[in-house]
């Protein structure tokens, strides 16, 4: 059960960072989450130990069976992973949230988990880091072609919104200290790597680009 400890703490669900780590050891199925987690679910930092039933309890019920096939896949194979999905925190409020894993390995080289981030790209809280980003780096207005490329990029390929992608693109420029014009330019040249997409995505794409004229 979702523990209601963070409520009657005090804690305002959605204050404070828009995103933030975790880590998932596999040989002891130990997490760990940093503050922006803890609080982005709802819970005091160092309150809550999170555990994988804790993690799925707090899932979107309609997105619950692929998030918990989504880890299976992860602990089977050590492979990294993406997924998009809402979680309820503990004041029963839904966000949205992207999250993004890579192997977590040890110093020989052993894949030994899994790390990566929670993002939280809820539309209105996408929307304000958009403008903050917007004041801060007043270059964008120049490098905009960049931009909306590298927002198209994220779009096709994690299923999100014009605002939820550029929030994406702004979390990492504050992440990695680097401008979010440059971030873009290097995501789209490094994009032209991955050699198109899937052949079942070309086909449906395909299919859509000749019949989108018959759409009301």
């Given at each position: 059960m979702i523990d209601k400890q963070a409520t009657e703490a005090g804690v305002e669900p959605g204050v404070g960072q828009r995103a933030g780590?975790?880590?998932?050891?596999?040989?002891?199925?130990?997490?760990?989450?940093?503050?922006?987690?803890?609080?982005?679910?709802?819970?005091?930092?160092?309150?809550?130990?999170?555990?994988?039933?804790?993690?799925?309890?707090?899932?979107?019920?309609?997105?619950?069976?692929?998030?918990?096939?989504?880890?299976?896949?992860?602990?089977?194979?050590?492979?990294?992973?993406?997924?998009?999905?809402?979680?309820?925190?503990?004041?029963?409020?839904t966000r949205h949230v992207l999250v993004v894993g890579d192997r977590w390995c040890d110093e020989e080289g052993v894949v030994i988990g899994t790390t990566g981030y929670y993002v939280d790209v809820t539309e209105t809280l996408a929307a304000e880091r958009a403008e903050v980003v917007d004041e801060q780096l007043p270059v964008l207005v120049a490098a905009r072609a960049a931009i909306e490329q590298a927002k198209g990029a994220l779009m096709l390929v994690y299923g999100i919104g014009a605002e939820q992608a550029f929030g994406v693109l702004a979390w990492r420029s504050q992440e990695t200290n680097v401008r979010v014009r440059v971030l873009a330019e290097k995501l789209v040249a490094a994009f032209a790597e991955f050699d198109g997409a899937s052949a079942q995505t070309r086909t449906r794409f395909d299919h859509l680009l000749l019949t989108v004229h018959e759409r009301p």
């Open positions: 780590r975790f880590w998932f050891r596999f040989a002891d199925q130990r997490w760990q989450w940093s503050d922006e987690v803890a609080i982005l679910h709802g819970y005091v930092p160092g309150r809550v130990d999170p555990t994988t039933e804790l993690l799925l309890a707090h899932k979107h019920p309609a997105d619950r069976a692929e998030v918990a096939d989504t880890l299976a896949r992860v602990v089977q194979t050590g492979a990294p992973f993406s997924s998009r999905h809402r979680i309820i925190d503990a004041a029963g409020l």
